[in-house]
């Protein structure tokens, strides 16, 4: 039997564009060197009065809209995030106060980059027991607030923006037949060990302060191909599916060449992996939802199609989903 189904999907940008010319007026960068390793062009990076807050709203009232339904209808929001307004309180509960949805839990769940697959499956888990009816899954970030805008090797990474899922139950009477929509299997892992290979160098408890991010972005890379070309090994052995079937995967967007890696792993063309790094470049836990919802967007994932979702992250944490749309 399915899980639950997506029902409606939402995005947000800062207005603000930063290109890679730009940070080379900021930094000993250049446009070509990004390009090369990475893929990115240009980043969202948040203006005066924008938050993580404001990006998720956004992305949450579109996909409401895009779903045709009313904050009434939720009573599960769930949010993926590093970067919150506030240590406390969760920055879902803003978000349900701005959206005035009246019913049910709202909390952030922490997992960095994979943070929208950590959420997605808490919430297809709620929903499946029957302890909501609809969720709204958002991933939202303001990395720009955490970056070192000196250090030249995470500077040029990362980007803000929002993304956001409506997620429905599965309806108990009638269980989705083999083939409808719904979410197929999700798989999530941790490994605490690689904690200093990805931080964020500051905390409440440990400095008092907010930190800024660092990474051995070579060993991050490495680990990155490994650990998520098993995981989607798992997800479609659990799905009982092969990689054929995949129509779409859309990826956590770090770096155009290990999207390019995991998709060759998988015997996947290049023209099945939806990209938008070069845009956005990495906006941690907002870069899948983003992905999917300009993909769902422009045509290109419809109804009926089987898509991946896959991401890796500081911790680390990894994890993929099986969804059919
Ligand atoms: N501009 C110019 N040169 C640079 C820059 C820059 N912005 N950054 C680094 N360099 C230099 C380095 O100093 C180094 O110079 P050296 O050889 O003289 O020492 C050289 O470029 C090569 O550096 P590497 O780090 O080896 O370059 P690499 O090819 O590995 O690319 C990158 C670096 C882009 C960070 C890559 O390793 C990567 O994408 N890693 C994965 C990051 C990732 O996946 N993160 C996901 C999780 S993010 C999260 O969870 C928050």
């Known amino acids: 039997m399915t899980g639950s189904r997506i029902v409606g999907s939402g995005s947000a940008l800062p207005e603000q564009i930063v290109t890679n010319h730009d940070l080379a007026a900021r930094v000993d960068t ?7 390793r990475t893929g990115i062009r240009q980043r969202h990076i948040a203006g005066e009065g924008e938050t993580t807050s404001t990006l998720a709203i956004a992305a949450a009232r579109a996909a409401l809209a895009d779903a045709g339904l009313t904050p009434a209808d939720i009573d599960l929001i769930v949010l993926a995030t590093a970067t919150p307004d506030n240590t406390f309180p969760a920055t879902a509960t ?5 959206l005035g949805c009246p019913n049910g839990p709202a909390f ?32 939202a970030e303001t990395f720009s607030r955490i970056l070192d805008w000196e250090d030249r090797t995470t500077c040029v990474l990362f980007g803000d923006g929002a993304g956001a899922v409506v997620l429905e139950a599965p309806d108990q009477a009638r269980p989705a037949q083999n083939g409808g929509p719904g979410v197929l299997a999700s798989r999530l892992h941790a490994d605490g060990a690689q904690h200093d ?6 905390g409440p408890s440990s400095t008092q302060t907010v930190g800024h991010l660092r990474m051995k972005g070579r060993e991050v890379f490495r680990h990155a191909v490994v650990n998520l070309t098993n995981v989607l090994h798992e997800v479609l052995d659990d799905a009982g599916v092969c990689a054929d079937d995949i129509d779409w995967i859309v990826p956590h967007q770090a770096n155009k060449r290990i999207l390019d890696a995991t998709a060759k792993k998988l015997g996947l063309p290049a023209e099945k992996v939806i ?10 836990a907002a870069s899948v939802p983003l992905a999917f919802d300009m993909a769902r967007r422009d045509g290109r994932i419809k109804p009926g199609d089987l898509v991946m979702f896959e991401a890796m992250g500081g911790g680390f944490t990894w994890g993929a989903s099986l969804v059919r749309i």
């Open 94 to 98: 803003k978000v349900q106060h701005a």
């Open 108 to 139: 952030d769940v922490g997992a960095v980059c994979s943070g929208f697959l950590y959420a997605l499956t808490t919430a297809d888990s709620l929903l499946t027991t029957g302890a909501a009816r609809r969720a709204l899954v958002i991933g």
């Open 275 to 284: 990209v938008t790094v070069d845009m956005h470049a990495n906006t941690s």
């Open 197 to 202: 290979l990805l931080y964020v160098d500051g």
């Open 30 to 36: 250049s446009d070509e060197w990004i390009i090369e």
